[in-house]
């Protein structure tokens, strides 16, 4: 299904334009119209999904062949030293639209560009239990 009011339904769709990296039949690639660095490519579905949790497990297994798939280009093409790949879920993880997309973020060296958290310190206890909960 669509959502009439998503704008990420309608870049998918074709109905606002952007910079094509890749489409298919369910998906289309764009550049990030404000990219962490060149090269940054939003893979969306053009089924309207909120996050992780509401996308169909064949569409999550195809969205990360599409991943590696840019990935490798933007190895080879952009010559990037490394690469992101970021999708996150719900406001408090940072997600702003709320319509399922992956970032594929080339890095280089001393880009200065950090993964946003600051490790926790946790003692074996800890890791335990939390261990136990996720089993």
């Known amino acids: 299904m ?4 998503c704008i990420f339904c309608k870049i998918a769709n074709g109905e606002i334009p952007a910079y094509t990296v890749y489409e298919d039949d369910t998906f289309r690639a764009i550049l990030d119209a404000a990219p962490a660095n060149e090269g940054h490519t ?3 579905p053009k ?15 195809n969205v990360m062949k599409i991943a590696k798939n840019i ?11 490394g690469v992101n790949i970021l999708q996150n879920n719900g406001a408090a993880a940072g997600q702003t ?8 973020i080339p890095r280089r060296e001393g880009d200065g560009h950090l993964v ?3 490790p926790l310190q946790r003692t074996n206890e800890e890791q335990e239990t939390t261990l136990e909960k996720l089993k």
Not at 47 to 61: K, S
Not at 97 to 104: A, D, G, K, S
Request: net charge negative; charged share 20%.
């Open 2 to 5: 669509i959502d009439n009011n």
């Open 97 to 104: 639209v709320m319509h399922y997309h992956l970032h594929v």
């Open 71 to 81: 990935a490798t280009l933007q190895k080879e093409r952009l010559h990037c030293d």
């Open 116 to 118: 946003p958290w600051t």
């Open 47 to 61: 089924e309207h999904y909120e996050n992780l949790f509401a996308i169909p497990d064949a569409v999550a297994e």
């Open 42 to 44: 939003l893979i969306i």
